[in-house]
Structure formats: structure tokens, C-alpha cells
């Protein structure tokens, strides 16, 4: 009876590691809506659903797309854009900071909402 008993306390404690970690994990670090006043560009907000889906949106449009993240690599494909993007990212707190790599696109530092 003691055996069965330490067999099913590990069993139920591997489930519960198990549970947990299914939970976590699946976030990135870009999931959430971000914005910036880029002077020109006026207001621009991305919003990343952490599954791989976004959009970005300022006062004369909105657009969805996708992205992926490799390490410090975004790209952004969005509905109107004939290319990809690839902005290298970081992220600090509320703060992200985007900049386009072909130095031609919506680069700046965006604040979390």
C-alpha cells in the first residue's frame, strides 16, 4: 500500500509539472499592443497576438499581417506590402525598439498600452 502510494504522489506531481508547463512558454516577448508618435508617420500601433498574427495601424490605415522572431529578428509581412520586413528588436520593460534593417520603413521606439 505505502509503494502505491509513492507511485501515485509522483504520477499526480508529474502531471502537475507537465500541466504547468503546457501554460507557459507559448508568449513572446512582442505579444501586446505598442505605440509611438513617429512625428511624420503620425501615431503608429502594432499589436502582436503572440501566435504569430499582427497589425499596424495609424490614422490613415490598418493593416493585418503575420511575423516570426528569430533571437533579435522580426519580420513583418503585412496585407498592402509586396515584401517582408526584418526590423532587429528589443525589448526593455514597456519599451520596444524597432529598426527597419534595410533603413527604409516604420522604425522607432514604441511604448506598451
Known amino acids: 500500500m505505502k509503494k502505491l502510494s509513492k507511485t501515485l504522489a509522483l504520477l499526480l506531481a508529474l502531471t502537475m509539472v507537465l500541466c504547468l508547463a503546457a501554460c507557459g512558454g507559448s508568449k513572446d516577448a512582442l505579444s501586446g499592443t505598442w ?3 513617429l512625428g511624420d508617420d ?3 500601433t502594432w499589436t502582436f497576438d503572440g501566435k504569430g498574427k499582427c497589425t499596424m495601424e495609424n490614422s490613415y490605415m490598418k493593416q493585418k499581417g503575420t511575423y516570426t522572431i528569430d533571437e533579435d529578428q522580426l519580420t513583418v509581412t503585412l496585407e498592402s506590402w509586396s515584401d517582408p520586413s526584418t526590423y532587429t528588436f ?3 520593460g514597456s519599451s520596444l525598439t524597432m529598426n527597419e534593417n534595410s533603413g527604409y520603413g516604420i522604425s522607432g521606439t514604441f511604448a506598451k498600452k
Request: charged content about 20%; cysteine-free; overall charge negative.
Open 42 to 44: 503620425g501615431v503608429i
Open 90 to 92: 528589443s525589448v526593455d
Open 35 to 37: 505605440s509611438a508618435d
